[in-house]
């Protein structure tokens, strides 16, 4: 059974950090791309960054303060938030894709107050 289990968000203030984790099982986690995606409210789900054997791909909002990283031996992804804005505030998804599998965990909520 494929599960993604998120953890790590919680209440902080602006220019605090936090650091996501993605605890992945059930499927072949090293071939997998790896990604953190969020949605705020009334907003739709949109990408963070992404990591796979070809590098990381981060979108503009976050370069310089979000880190993506994965620890293949214990099936993990990660993500390093610093400098954290009200605007990050939003539930953050864990998610794996390999070709048509698409794999989402639950979400973590993330709320940065100013």
């Known amino acids: 059974?494929?599960?993604l289990v998120e953890s790590g968000g919680g209440l902080v203030q602006a220019e605090a950090s936090l650091r996501l984790?993605?605890?992945a099982s059930g499927f072949t986690f090293s071939g997998?791309?790896?990604g953190w995606y969020r949605q705020a409210p009334g907003k739709g789900r949109e990408?963070?960054?992404s990591i796979s054997s070809g590098g990381t791909i981060y979108v503009d909002f976050v370069k310089n303060r979000?880190?993506?990283?994965?620890?293949n031996a214990k099936?993990?992804?990660?993500l390093q938030m610093n400098n954290l804005k009200p605007?990050?505030?939003a539930v953050y998804y864990c998610n794996a894709k390999l070709e048509l599998r698409d794999?989402?965990?639950?979400g973590t909520q993330v709320t940065v107050s100013s």
Do not use: K
Request: aromatic content about 18%.
């Open 32 to 34: 997998y791309v790896m």
């Open 66 to 71: 979000f880190t993506i990283s994965r620890d």
């Open 87 to 89: 605007e990050d505030t």
């Open 21 to 23: 984790s993605c605890a």
């Open 1 to 3: 059974q494929v599960q």
């Open 75 to 78: 099936n993990t992804v990660y």
């Open 103 to 106: 794999y989402w965990g639950q």
């Open 47 to 49: 990408l963070v960054a």
